[in-house]
């Protein structure tokens, strides 16, 4: 009889450690799903924000019909740029090149990556620069959105 009850003790027992196991699993499991979401979630918005501030900067730039700025190592006259005025001499000899909202994003975009690691640059399906050029995985949502497509949540 105390051999019986030793094993139906024993069997409780493993049966009791089983649903907690099982309760502490699903816990966990839906915790990790939560956080993970909340992560995704804050990543995308701080992107969206990241979006809305370039199309900004490109609008504030676009509404003046670019911008001049002095010609320098780093800021060379655009030469995808088709403009007569693209490139301007002032009456003290300052040699000035236009800055339209592509080349000032993309001017951004080497800032952000080598101040803050981040990377972003401007892509299209048909790109007038080369270096534009859309990653495979780029060119499935751009083609989805010219399809009509919405930016997945």
Known sequence: MKKQTTTNLKTKSYIVIFFWLLIVGS????????????????????????????????TWNS???????????????NPYLDDPLRDLETFKRLKLTKINPAFM???IAEIAVREKGVQFHITSLLPIRPGNKPSDWERVWLESFDKGNKEPR
């Open 27 to 58: 816990a966990f499991g839906i915790n990790y799903s939560n956080v993970t979401r909340a992560q995704n979630d804050l990543a995308f918005q701080t992107a969206r924000a990241f979006f809305d501030q370039i199309v900004v900067s490109r």
């Open 63 to 77: 509404g003046h019909g670019g911008v001049y700025v002095p010609i320098t190592e780093n800021t060379q006259p």
């Open 105 to 107: 994003t993309r001017q």
